[in-house]
């Protein structure tokens, strides 16, 4: 659910006259075997062109435990890119006369603050100023645990408003939490059953289902976190996402709705239109991606371990959609690989170095951390080669040596250097900097 950085970037892409028949396979399977063997992801992609699938593959572990490799049928918990399925179902309500997006969520959510200014549009866009439960401090302490819509609505109320409806837009679960109650009580079913009878059925998706208990007798995959080595994650609890991120799914299966969504099988024109309509740069359940004179439509997620991209190219016909159960770089980096494969443009092959620093060169950057005007302590610890850091009240993420006393963390865009003689650690992300002393 976590809402991640971009996942393209791909100012580099520009329409080329390759044909799909002379993608280079080969090199891409030797680029997801590096990544593979490296420890830096795990996962499976679909590339589909004009509907047909022009490259697939699998890489990596659903179980690592067991030697269980990844195949094409695992399933992967897909994240936020739930949300634009959710987005269709209820464009096909609007459809339907059961709803209207300028139609105020009083009626059905009256506690909440601003609940008669708040709109659905509002929550389909983020501009409903919701504060989003997920981002509680305690968040991951109860995440695993079956939470009930009382307890969830309680915790959206707790959050209040933190700024005026329509006055801008920022990410919020909450907001499609709500989505998900709205369709429920406007159907008298269960968003399961509606994405069945709406989506899943009519597309003949075979491998797409809301999440329940985890289910490895049904190819679903354990995600991962690398600590030194692969660590199994948590497993959210999907009582807890609904229609902002429970979701299971196969970048096949995923690349085949996006195709359905923008070839009108699922909506009218105009809904689908109210979807990609952007303001402050989001659109209706789904977010632009421009590069050069192209330009991509889609979604991104994360939940525990997982991380997943869906985008679709209208003017290309061309879907995508990555799903990984385990990374160790900047996915954003796998994107960039496997579109630049199918435009004919060059990317190189990964090469990773090994750990050159020792143990005890290690150790001399180890502590807590602090800055004045930082909100956070980052605490740095050694596990074997490794460095691992955890800022307060966050999950733990490994560093990756660069050169020098420089460690970064690519998914995040973060930077570490470390000067152990004047006990201090210079941070940088986002453009921020800040020179943070050893306790």
Request: without cysteine.
């Amino acid at each position: 659910m976590r809402k991640t950085t971009t996942l393209l970037l791909l100012s580099f892409l520009a329409i080329g006259n390759l044909i799909a028949q002379e993608l280079d396979r080969k090199k891409l399977d030797s680029y997801f075997d590096l990544i593979t063997e490296n420890d830096r992801a795990m996962g499976s992609v679909t590339l589909r062109h004009e509907g047909n699938v022009i490259y697939q593959r699998a890489f990596g572990y659903a179980d690592i435990e067991k030697g269980q490799s990844a195949a094409l049928e695992s399933k992967y918990r897909v994240g936020s890119i739930s949300k634009t399925f959710t987005a269709v179902l209820i464009f096909k309500a609007i459809e339907e006369g059961k709803l209207s997006l300028d139609q105020p969520i009083s009626s059905f959510f009256p506690e909440i603050k601003n609940a008669e200014k708040i709109t659905i549009s509002d929550l389909l866009n983020h501009r409903s100023g919701i504060f989003s439960f997920t981002s509680r401090p305690d968040y991951l302490s109860w995440s695993s645990d079956p939470k009930s819509r009382a307890a969830l609505y309680e915790m959206m109320l707790e959050g209040n408003s933190i700024f005026e409806p329509g006055s801008k837009a920022e990410y919020s679960n909450s907001n499609y939490v709500l989505l998900t109650w709205i369709l429920e009580d406007t159907y008298k079913k269960s968003y399961s059953d509606l994405l069945k009878e709406i989506i899943i059925q009519p597309l003949s998706l075979q491998n797409t289902y809301v999440g329940e208990a985890f289910a490895p007798d049904n190819k679903e995959v354990l995600s991962y976190k690398f600590l030194g080595e692969w660590q199994q994650e948590n497993i959210t609890d999907m009582s807890i996402p609904l229609g902002a991120g429970a979701i299971i799914s196969t970048p096949e299966d995923l690349t085949v709705f996006i195709r359905a969504l923008f070839s009108e099988k699922l909506i009218s024109p105009v809904s689908l239109s109210q979807m990609t309509e952007l303001k402050d740069n989001y659109g209706r359940g789904l977010f632009k991606y421009p590069f050069h004179e192209e330009y991509a439509y889609g979604h991104d997620g994360g939940i525990d371990g997982f991380r997943s991209s869906l985008s679709f190219f209208p003017e290309l016909d061309l879907a995508y959609s990555l799903t990984l159960n385990a990374v160790n770089m900047d996915p954003n980096q796998i994107s960039i690989a496997v579109l630049s494969a199918f435009f004919g443009k060059e990317y190189d092959l990964p090469s990773f170095s090994a750990p050159t620093l020792s143990e005890d060169e290690l150790d001399a950057m180890v502590g807590v951390y602090a800055a004045a005007g930082f909100p956070l302590e980052i605490t740095i610890k050694r596990q074997n080669l490794t460095l691992i850091a955890q800022a307060s009240g966050q999950p733990e993420f490994p560093l990756e040596h660069i050169e020098g006393n420089t460690f970064v963390f690519r998914v995040a865009n973060l930077s570490m250097e470390f000067h152990p003689e004047a006990e201090e650690m210079s941070f940088e992300q986002g453009g921020m900097k800040f020179t943070m002393k050893k306790k």
